[in-house]
């Protein structure tokens, strides 16, 4: 079994920064690609930024240099540093991961999400 648990969310205000942690744990042989995606109500759920096990990263358009997602792997932990926040951030923000489990399965896993609020 595999989990991702997510930490780092909360209420900041416009122009501010946060930085969002992403952990993977359990039966798990190789994660190839970690990555942070966003939602809001009504919308689907969109990509923010990824990150592949050779570090690798690509950025959707309206993140790029504001967003910087990094990579621990020997801790199986991807972080996402956001700074010049705008109330249009404001989303549930979800971790990703495609791996390789150690039953040599090939799985894409999700979080639970975090809340990122941001407001005056």
């Known amino acids: 079994q595999v989990q991702l648990v997510e930490s780092g969310g909360g209420l900041v205000q416009p122009g501010g920064s946060l930085r969002l942690s992403c952990a993977a744990s359990?039966?798990?042989?190789?994660?190839?690609?970690m990555g942070w995606y966003r939602q809001v109500p009504g919308k689907q759920r969109e990509l923010v930024a990824r990150?592949?096990?050779?570090?690798?990263?690509n950025y959707a358009d309206y993140v790029k240099g504001r967003v910087t997602i990094s990579r621990a792997n020997t801790k199986n932990t991807v972080y996402l540093q956001m700074n010049s926040l705008k109330p249009e951030d404001t989303a549930v923000y979800y971790c990703?991961?495609?791996?390789?489990?150690?039953?040599?399965?090939?799985?894409?896993?999700w979080g639970q999400g975090t809340q990122v609020t941001v407001s005056s």
């Open positions: 990703n991961a495609g791996l390789v489990t150690a039953q040599l399965a090939d799985g894409d896993y």
């Open positions: 359990g039966s798990i042989f190789n994660i190839y690609v």
């Open positions: 990150i592949t096990s050779s570090g690798s990263t």
